[in-house]
């Protein structure tokens, strides 16, 4: 079906905020279809607590491949208990190689208070530079502004909390109706 007959589910803005001992994932609440707004207190940031293991989650994208996704990773830190990083990259590797997974489309923002990393479907697994990511139709705007106020005095969880609020005003796909989760290193 063409775009133009069916325009597809947009939006969402995710970041994540590492500071002083603390990382914030936030998600915005708004999930849109083409120009109408279907939903605005979607929760696009999970806690996952695999084996007692505390990891955060934000996810942008289709909602049932992000769960899909979330899922895998949660076995994948089950099989390996407080690796973070190696979870993330072995469930990479499966999401490019997989010809189901293959198709899902959806970006991950995780942390276990560590490391913060974001997981896409072409097999990267990056760590930020400037302790900061961002993902989704309005992650560019949150991004900048959050980057920017990375000097300041503000904690990790005000930081995202200013930065979302700013991609809000500025991206029609993102609202101020946020879930936040922080976890402590």
Same mark, same amino acid.
């Given at each position: ?5 069916f325009?597809?589910w947009?939006? $969402?803005?995710i970041?994540g ?5 603390? &990382? *914030?994932?936030a998600g915005d609440g708004? *999930?849109?279809?083409?120009q109408? &707004?279907?939903k605005?207190?979607a929760?696009? &940031? ?16 289709s909602?049932?491949? /992000?769960f899909t996704?979330?899922? %895998?990773l949660e076995a994948?830190? @089950?099989a390996?208990?407080?690796?973070? /990083?190696?979870?993330? *990259?072995? !469930?990479a590797?499966d999401? %490019? $190689?997989?010809?189901?997974l293959?198709?899902?489309?959806a970006m !991950?923002?995780?942390?276990?208070g560590t490391?913060?990393? &974001?997981i896409t479907?072409a097999?990267d697994?990056?760590e930020? @530079?400037h302790? *900061? ?5 309005g ?6 502004? /959050? %980057?920017?106020m ?5 904690? /990790? @969880? ?9 991609a ?8 101020? %109706?946020? $879930?936040v989760e922080s976890?402590?290193?």
């Amino acid at each position: 079906m063409a775009d133009d007959q069916f325009p597809g589910w947009h939006g $969402t803005t995710i970041i994540g905020v590492k500071k002083g001992g603390e &990382v *914030v994932i936030a998600g915005d609440g708004q *999930v849109s279809l083409g120009q109408t &707004v279907i939903k605005g207190t979607a929760r696009k &940031v999970r806690r996952l607590s695999p084996g007692g293991y505390d990891v955060v989650a934000g996810f942008a994208g289709s909602t049932a491949d /992000a769960f899909t996704l979330l899922e %895998r990773l949660e076995a994948k830190l @089950e099989a390996t208990p407080g690796q973070l /990083a190696r979870a993330s *990259v072995e !469930l990479a590797k499966d999401w %490019r $190689t997989d010809k189901y997974l293959q198709k899902l489309e959806a970006m !991950l923002i995780v942390t276990d208070g560590t490391d913060l990393l &974001v997981i896409t479907g072409a097999g990267d697994v990056l760590e930020p @530079e400037h302790e *900061v990511a961002a993902i989704g139709s309005g992650g560019n705007f949150a991004l900048a502004a /959050a %980057r920017a106020m990375m000097d300041s005095d503000k904690s /990790a @969880e005000q930081v995202a909390r200013d930065a979302m609020a700013i991609a809000a005003d500025i991206c029609v796909y993102t609202n101020g %109706r946020l $879930t936040v989760e922080s976890i402590s290193s």
